[in-house]
């Protein structure tokens, strides 16, 4: 038992063989390990040993390799978003919107005048300092969802229900901006607010339908005076038209009437200086003609003698009623 | 054989390196402890440390702030309405050493912390009325529709307040900030994330919206009508306005064109007792002219001027055919 023991080593570990690979695989790993690339989007927050050492703009970079340098990369550029009592499809982050279920809860809220009213917005918002954003506090996204439904609370809050649904939008847009960003600032969460939009604002829809009918009386109301004015239009020009009229008429007539007394006049004037020439004799030819005309117009003509008038109370004046007797 | 003696010197060189240090991160601290027992000043500043190996144990503990959410509850304020509040607060860990040794992981801090913010909300919101909760602004008035909302009691005013949504959530981190330095635990902000009517209360707050609008529709239907008779009264007395001047004005236009026909006429005819005589014998004759027709029998006697040439020849006619 004295027959030594022989070890066989393999041949390329007594050719150090092996140190070469070793050596090949750590120099590939080292190489792979310390180039990374930043897109132009974004900034790199380089840490070494877990401190923060520096922030590098876009481009192919170099570190320390294995571990010793560690890269954080972050859309600095990129706009991002959260909705709130919403969601469209496509998310370009994880905190864009929340859960369904709790959606309704975040978008009701309670007025200043004590209503309810159901505010869907929408916050746009930037990672401004990344140094901030990953090492001051957890999750800052997430607490912007938080801030910003607080935020939100206290402009509504602060108005009435007519202001939140209608005519305060754009205000509550710029002092929930100004206040979310004061916040944010407080917090040093790395992030800047953009703007912040409201978008869908209803009452509760157990409500809205009592909404809706003060819309339709409002439109009801103008109806109304539309019709009025309508009926009005209608009626006082024409009257007014037909009063023009009357007066244009009476006008013409007052023009004829002077104008006839003017003829009756002149004709009156021209037989008068005929007449003054021979009075006697006009009269007579006036009296004559006059009978010439009127007699044979007449029914009955009885020519009496003057003695035997006494006759007259026999004739029977029997065609008419009516006689005419002159003496 | 020099190359495989270096080799495991460089081996054991990496495995003393690693145990020997430890890598603090940004987002870290670190309390070394000694079976157990915290051993030197708390380690703040990131980067690499030295330790003993195996007998010293690194123990991290968060730096940043941490969130803490609080669940929703149903409280009630002064004004006994039942409200469901939703808290949220930030927190860090500012005294390591403190919160390590009262506390020791974050799970129990968070436990404390639902105790004394949840209490301490519950107190501020028990202490106020419901409207304080929800308004901020003391001095702000509320920009209304006049349209919409004139006449019709509160509607479109906002409650007054005396205290306010951030003054009470200020009483709360107050409050609760003293609690916490014992813990080592340093709050940053605590506020209310949601404020909601409980169910029975959205119940009543829902009827007295729909009657407020109600209200308001009723106004706007009453208005068009109101609005709608005063047009048409003012159709009406118009109309009545234009008639009777239109009538007043032909009256008067009739009036004095007769009257100064009757002046014409007058001036004429009564220039001279010549005239005047002349114009009544025509007149007379003309007046004849219309009056005699068929139906009129006339009895004349051979005294008549016209007729008297039958019995007598004698002219005399101008005598007898007087213009009276």
């Known amino acids: ?327 | 054989m020099k190359t495989q003696a270096l080799a495991i010197l460089i081996i054991l060189g990496a495995i003393a390196f690693y145990l020997c240090t430890y890598v603090v991160k940004e987002t870290d601290q670190v309390i070394l402890t000694q079976f157990g027992k915290p051993v030197g000043e708390p380690v703040t500043e990131a980067g690499l440390h030295y330790r003993l190996p195996f007998i010293q144990e690194v123990n991290r503990i968060e730096k940043r702030f941490l969130p803490w959410d609080g669940p929703a509850n149903e409280m009630s304020t002064k004004d006994k309405t039942y409200l469901i509040i939703d808290t949220y607060a930030r927190w860090r860990i500012s005294d390591p050493m403190q919160y390590f040794l009262r506390l020791r992981d974050e799970r129990s801090a968070l436990s404390r912390l639902d105790d004394i913010l949840g209490s301490e909300t519950r107190n501020a919101v028990a202490k106020h009325e419901l409207i304080e909760i929800v308004r901020t602004s003391k001095d702000r008035v509320a920009e209304t529709d006049k349209l919409l909302t004139e006449g019709i009691g509160k509607v479109g005013l906002l409650y007054s307040i005396k205290v306010g949504r951030e003054k009470v959530e200020e009483e709360i981190f107050k409050k609760a900030a003293a609690k916490l330095t014992g813990f080592g635990i340093e709050l940053l902000d605590v506020r209310f994330k949601r404020i909601n009517y409980n169910e029975t209360v959205r119940r009543r707050i829902y009827e007295r919206m729909v009657s407020e609008r109600q209200q308001i529709a009723a106004r706007f239907r009453s208005e068009g009508a109101g609005e709608a008779a005063k047009i048409i009264g003012k159709k009406e007395r118009d109309l009545q306005e234009i008639e009777s001047e239109s009538y007043k004005r032909v009256q008067e236009i009739y009036g004095e064109a007769d009257a100064k026909a009757s002046a014409i006429y007058a001036e004429a005819y009564d220039s001279s007792k010549m005239s005047a005589e002349f114009y009544k014998f025509i007149k007379t004759l003309e007046t004849y002219r219309d009056v005699l027709s068929s139906d009129v029998s006339l009895v004349l006697t051979t005294d008549s001027p016209l007729f008297r040439l039958l019995k007598s020849t004698e002219v005399s006619l101008p005598s007898a055919v007087s213009a009276d």
């Open chain 1, 1 to 327: 038992m004295n027959e030594p023991i022989e070890i066989r080593i393999p041949e390329f570990i007594r050719n150090g063989l092996i140190l070469w690979v070793i050596i090949a695989i750590a120099v590939i790993s080292g190489a792979i390990t310390s180039t990374y690339t930043v897109q132009a989007e974004s900034q790199g927050v380089v840490l070494r040993f877990g401190k923060y050492l520096k922030t590098v703009e876009p481009g192919l970079r170099f570190k320390a390799p294995y571990g010793v340098d560690k890269v954080y990369v972050l859309p600095v550029r990129r706009q991002l978003k959260q909705e709130f009592g919403f969601a469209t499809l496509g998310a370009s982050n994880n905190n864009q919107f929340s859960e369904p279920r709790t959606r309704t809860r975040e978008k009701s809220m309670v007025t200043g005048d004590l209503n309810a009213a159901e505010v869907e917005w929408i916050v746009q918002y930037r990672i401004s300092d990344p140094r901030l954003y990953l090492f001051n506090v957890l999750d800052p996204e997430g607490t912007l969802r938080y801030v910003s439904e607080s935020v939100m609370r206290t402009v509504v809050g602060d108005r009435t229900v007519d202001e939140v649904i209608t005519i305060g939008r754009q205000e509550i847009e710029e002092e929930a901006r100004d206040r979310l960003e004061s916040l944010v600032n407080k917090y040093e969460l790395g992030i800047g607010i953009d703007q912040i939009q409201l978008q869908n604002v209803n009452p509760p829809p157990p409500v809205q339908a009592s909404f809706n009918e003060v819309n339709q009386a409002q439109q009801e109301r103008e109806r109304m005076i539309n019709e009025a004015n309508g009926e009005y239009n209608q009626e006082v020009p024409r009257s007014r038209g037909v009063a023009d009229q009357k007066i244009q008429a009476s006008e013409g007539y007052a023009l004829k009437r002077v104008n006839e007394s003017l003829g009756d006049v002149a004709s009156f004037k021209s037989m008068l200086a005929e007449y003054k020439k021979a009075p006697e004799i006009t009269r007579t030819r006036l009296y004559l003609e006059s009978m010439k005309e009127v007699m044979p117009k007449m029914g009955k003509k009885i020519i009496l003698d003057e003695d035997a008038s006494q006759i007259l109370p026999l004739l029977q004046l029997n065609d008419s009623g009516t006689g005419a007797l002159a003496r």
